[in-house]
């Protein structure tokens, strides 16, 4: 199978992480290697492609500016750092495009930015607009205001949200490692690069290091579930290198990276959004009968749910699992987790008589739910 080219598309999103971005010893910016990737962003901008930045290094840079410690931060220690960091951050990047007389714009979100649907097409029309103007969106988590409780977690899952809200049909995810391993290759020298993952399944998840493994840290487990919100939107990711400099012409003439291609239906708006936007507030484990009916276009009937995990309120997104433990969809759920909880196993005809009001037919609606699994 032939490796697609990034000149093909029309639309990319490309993510940087502090490391590539900022020296961790001096605490100062990469500027050359900023500059080769300015140029490499302007060289696909001048053909017409349209280019969005996904970049960390706030806390990186305002921290050497405000003299904080090496070593973990207090939380108010590392919003202090980011408001500092974020001017120094966006500065370098006005600077830097600049030079190609691009203009960059400036997009700090926050967790409730992609999963609110209000504030999530709030942020889609900036993007959207900015790209109009011919501008370089530059997006960052805004670190200032963000808790453990109301961040992403990680730039990658952030990036392929980003990708998924602009309806992008390319990702890179610039790494410290130029692509995925058939182990890690810091402890396996027999490991082999698979240059392209034609489906993010449980085998490719396995690959990345489950959860309770020391690989699954962050690093690549996170890139692959990156992979599974930016495919199953439609979208090409790639995973290069990022440690040497001018990293998309090196992929372009013939570098080491992975691919992942997309699903062959990219989703429509809505789907989009359920699918690799909204955060999950709990998990629906369903028969085989279910999830076989799920499969074949149905909705999912409370006589098919055998159990209810977590706490959400109507409307909010859920994960559907086969007996089998292995995610099968996700969907916005038409009850909360009580009423759910009560109606499992009830044919519909009955959902009146247990919750004491003429209830929707179905936990969710074929409309609401979309499928996720291999």
């Known amino acids: 199978m032939t490796a697609p080219s990034l000149a093909s598309f029309n639309r990319i999103v490309v993510k940087i992480g502090s490391a590539l971005l900022v020296d961790q010893v001096a605490g100062a910016l990469k500027r050359r ?8 962003l302007a060289r696909h901008a001048a053909r017409g492609a349209e280019v969005i930045v996904v970049s960390s290094g706030a806390i990186a840079l305002g921290r050497t500016v405000l003299g904080l410690p090496r070593g973990p931060l207090r939380l108010e220690d590392s919003q202090a750092a980011a408001a500092v960091g974020q001017i120094a951050l966006a500065r370098a990047w006005s600077e830097v495009l600049g030079v190609h007389d691009i203009t960059a714009g400036q997009l700090l979100l926050t967790l409730g930015d992609t999963e609110e649907r209000r504030r999530y097409l709030n942020a889609r029309a900036t993007l959207a607009r900015l790209l109009a103007l011919k501008a370089v969106p530059v997006v960052n988590e805004n670190d200032t205001v963000a808790t453990s409780e109301i961040r992403y977690g990680d730039n990658d899952r952030l990036a392929a949200r980003v990708a ?17 391993y058939t182990a890690p290759p810091a402890q396996d020298p027999t490991a082999t690069l ?6 993010v399944n449980a085998s490719v998840e396995a690959i990345a290091g489950g959860a309770a493994s020391e690989f699954s840290r962050g690093g690549m487990r996170t890139k692959v579930e990156a992979a599974r919100i930016a495919t199953g939107a439609g979208i090409h990711m790639m995973i290069a290198s990022g440690k040497v400099e001018s990293p998309l012409s090196v992929v372009e003439q013939g570098g080491r990276c992975t691919w992942f ?11 989009r959004w359920i699918a690799g936007v ?8 369903v028969d085989a009968g279910a999830a076989s009916a799920l499969n074949r276009g149905r909705s999912l009937l409370p006589a098919g749910v055998v159990r209810v995990d977590g706490h959400f309120s109507r409307g909010e997104a859920v994960i559907v699992r086969a007996p089998d433990g292995v995610e099968v969809a996700r969907g916005l759920v038409s009850y909360d987790s009580g009423d759910a909880n009560r109606l499992r196993g009830k044919p519909t005809a009955e959902i009146e008589q247990v919750l004491g009001f003429k209830g929707r037919p179905a936990i969710i609606h074929r409309d609401d739910l979309v499928l996720t699994g291999a």
């Open 164 to 180: 998924s809200m602009a309806s992008a049909d390319c990702l890179v995810l610039l790494s410290d490692i130029d692509g995925l």
């Open 33 to 40: 290697w900023l500059e080769s990737l300015a140029s490499d």
């Open 261 to 271: 291609l997309p699903h062959d239906n990219p989703a429509q708006s809505r789907k």
């Open 278 to 285: 909204l955060a999950p507030r709990g998990e629906i484990h």
């Open 194 to 199: 698979i240059p392209i993952v034609e489906r």
